[in-house]
């Protein structure tokens, strides 16, 4: 069956959304006060700006990179695998608005009114974060599942996916930034791992003259 044109590209999307991921987390782990006075001026910076932006697109790449990896699996993964890949795709929707509000909101309430950062979380807004992590660590640990029972990719792969999952769902900082580095290297693991197999599939039907 011929690829296609999405799934040709997959493996550099794959790539390129994984090293983001890895990236923009490693950027707040090490460079995010965790003090609140030098957090609010943090947020303010051009290093925040870029890497919320940037996290954007991470995440926005990443449902590309789930789009072109339950291609090659659906077949396989059945009714299970499309319940897990829905749950995914919403739960990454709902995290990358999150981080939408951290890119854009929070910077703009840390300039105009710093002193309500203080007790800014709290009601709908704490509810609706709670639930962006929740349904994105459930969705992602679903696919992780629906993809080891598949046996397409590696299984390796599909364990490290569902193990981001569960980190990514927990909302506590060195857990679900680790496990958006964990993400990432899945992704970036699947996209070389991919390449690979499409070398040998192009060699393999060069030799058999095709």
Do not use: C
């Not at 697109?57 to 077949?75: D, K």
């Not at 300039?111 to 709670?130: H, K, N, S």
């Not at 029972?149 to 299984?155: S, T």
């Amino acid at each position: 069956m011929q690829a296609t044109t999405l799934a040709r590209y997959g493996a550099p999307v794959a790539i390129v959304a994984g090293a983001l991921m890895i990236i923009t987390r490693l950027v707040i782990l090490f460079t995010a006060p965790a003090e609140i006075g030098p957090l609010k001026a943090w947020l303010l910076t051009t290093t925040h700006a870029v890497n919320g932006v940037v996290s954007i697109l991470a995440f926005a790449l990443l449902v590309i990179a789930l789009v072109v990896l339950y291609e090659r699996e659906a077949r396989r993964a059945g009714a299970f695998g499309a319940l897990a890949f829905g749950a995914a795709v919403i739960g990454t929707m709902f995290m990358t608005g999150d981080w939408w509000y951290e890119a854009f909101a929070v910077p703009r309430l840390a300039e105009v009114e710093p002193d309500a950062i203080d007790t800014f979380v709290g009601g709908r807004l704490l509810l609706g974060g709670l639930t962006s992590f929740a349904l994105f660590g459930i969705g992602w640990v679903l696919y992780g599942a629906a993809s080891i029972r598949a046996r397409v990719i590696p299984r390796s792969i599909s364990i490290t996916i569902l193990v981001a999952g569960l980190l990514s769902g927990v909302p506590i900082g060195i857990f679900y930034l680790g496990g958006g580095v964990v993400h990432g290297m899945a992704f970036v693991w699947l996209g070389v791992w991919m390449l690979r197999a499409a070398g040998v599939a192009r060699a393999s039907d060069g030799a058999a003259g095709r």
